[in-house]
């Protein structure tokens, strides 16, 4: 069948839309050749004209689509458009909102689908009926799904980094705060995009210098900036040093925003600072292998004529008889001579020149013996001991008496330091996953100098006046931590005490018996 015919004897039916089309051969024209789908319907919703694109769209052959209803045509999942129009047909005030817009698609199920703006629109000159204009956005649509595709990737791509990552326009506004940033610097996403101004991360002035820095081509081109390290500031105050790279976003060659990454660095420097502990530790402990076996040496050599001196000053101060005036020239070398044994016994101590017992020892109970034994001594009445010490730490394998010398050391000395006035806090934890027992001692006294700290553990050093101390009491702890495959370190601010951390290896519960039987 001829296509012409249909499409004539259909307006032949209407003879307005007849006249009307063929009054004017260019308006026909337009309507044949315009990209754009054109139907002209009747209230009754039965297609009057359809053009050529119209059909293409609907996949009905051209000039097939007259005499049609429209629900007959629109295809399932498009009813909604009909309820629609109805809708629209009954507004009283039609003439004003003479438009309406939904979006249809077209054989769903298929490869071929095709998505349509529908666009209604009525003629008040003749209000039998309404024009449907269909465009064609199945690419538009295409284009916008792929392009949110690769904005969700790209997003999830950033929000997945481990990096801070923080994008601002060029007034400061945030405008990218990712999953890192929020918990690098406690802000919510919400929070930084609404209220957060970038120059809020930085320290003063440090936000300027950067983008200058950005502007130059000095530190890694112009627009970019390479691995800086500075200091943010997270949203409670405290500054949090990081390794920072960003660079300048530019849209044709003018500046739109600016990025940030930002790398976490406290791990690392955690990390280098307990390498540099460890190296100094091992340079330590080659120092104090080599002084104990010297100290091994001089212990014996000087522990036989120690004892021959007092002996002999014995002997002289019974023959002499107790009025004598050397009486007490003698007691004096006899009380020297003891101190010198008891330096001599330290330096025994020192070298390993000892053996002991190893058992199962619960690191709280050293702590509350050596406190049972100190509390009541006249230089502790004045001092505020604050014990907290975790009930479930698991034992380790050791020699409780001398592990209590070490806990005793320390707390003498603390209490020295406080001059028997202040706070000494004793606190016991289980740490790496239940591996490492730690015992932390601090005190309220004046610290120690950063620049003596490295020499703390060293034999014979003492920061106490002549005579009041042989310098051995902290050489002898590390000595015997180290037996206890532990490590002790010290830390000191100025005024503001010091702090004394024991890390010995937890014997698993599940050991317990294992150890026992053994």
């Not at 064609?136 to 799904?145: A, G, I, M, N």
């Not at 930002?262 to 460890?278: G, K, S, V």
């Not at 091992?282 to 080599?290: N, R, T, V, W, Y």
């Not at 931590?481 to 503001?496: D, N």
Request: net charge negative.
């Amino acid at each position: 069948m001829d296509k012409t015919p249909v499409q004539v004897s259909s307006y032949n039916k209407l003879g307005i839309v007849t006249q009307k089309l063929g009054s004017n051969v260019y308006l026909y024209q337009i309507l044949e050749e315009t990209p754009n789908g054109v139907i002209i319907v009747s209230t009754e919703h039965q297609i009057i004209y359809a053009n050529p694109a119209a059909s293409h769209f609907l996949g009905i052959k051209y000039g097939h689509l007259a005499d049609l209803y429209l629900k007959d045509v629109l295809g399932p999942g498009n009813d909604r458009l009909l309820v629609m129009i109805k809708d629209f047909q009954s507004l009283p005030n039609r003439v004003d909102t003479s438009r309406l817009r939904y979006e249809i698609v077209i054989d769903p199920a298929t490869s071929n689908k095709c998505v349509l703006d529908a666009v209604v629109a009525y003629l008040p000159s003749t209000p039998e009926y309404y024009l449907i204009y269909l465009i064609d956005v199945t690419t538009k649509r295409q284009l916008e799904r792929e392009l949110r595709r690769r904005n969700a990737f790209f997003h999830n791509l950033i929000d997945s980094s481990v990096d801070s990552i923080i994008a601002a326009d060029m007034k400061g506004s945030i405008i990218l705060f990712n999953q890192g940033a929020q918990a690098l610097l406690g802000y919510t996403e919400k929070e930084a995009i609404s209220s957060l101004h970038v120059t809020g991360l930085y320290q003063e002035n440090v936000a300027y210098e950067l983008i200058k820095r950005m502007r130059s081509n000095e530190f890694g081109g112009k627009g970019k900036l390479l691995r800086h390290e500075i200091i943010t500031k997270h949203k409670d105050g405290h500054e949090i040093p990081v390794s920072f790279s960003g660079g300048i976003i530019y849209d044709k060659g003018q500046e739109i925003a600016t990025f940030g990454i930002f790398t976490d660095m406290r791990a690392i420097l955690q990390i280098e600072e307990n390498l540099a502990h460890t190296h100094n530790m091992l340079i330590q402990s080659e120092k104090m292998a080599g002084l104990g076996r010297l100290a091994a040496g001089v212990a014996h050599e000087i522990n036989n004529p120690m004892s021959g001196i007092m002996l002999y000053a014995n002997l002289v101060q019974e023959e002499l008889g107790d009025d004598h005036p050397l009486q007490e020239d003698l007691q004096t070398i006899i009380r020297e001579a003891e101190r010198c044994k008891v330096i001599v016994a330290d330096l025994l101590e020192f070298s390993h020149q000892t053996t002991y017992e190893m058992d199962l020892i619960d690191p709280n109970a050293v702590i509350r013996k050596t406190l049972g034994v100190l509390k009541n001594q006249p230089l502790f009445h004045n001092i505020t001991i604050i014990l907290e010490l975790e009930e479930k730490i698991l034992p380790i394998f050791g020699n409780s008496m001398r592990l209590n010398q070490v806990i005793m050391n320390i707390m003498i000395n603390a209490a020295q330091a406080m001059d028997g006035h202040g706070t000494l806090r004793i606190k016991t934890r289980t740490r790496a996953n239940q591996d490492i027992d730690e015992i932390i001692i601090s005190d309220t006294g004046p610290g120690i100098e950063e620049s003596l700290l490295e020499k703390i553990f060293d034999p014979f050093f003492t920061t106490k006046a002549t005579g009041e101390g042989t310098g051995l009491g902290l050489s002898v702890s590390y000595a015997i931590v180290k037996e206890h495959k532990g490590s002790i370190r010290v830390t000191s601010t100025p005024e503001s005490g010091a702090t004394f951390t024991l890390r010995f290896p937890a014997v698993m519960e599940n050991l317990l018996g294992e150890n026992h039987e053994h």
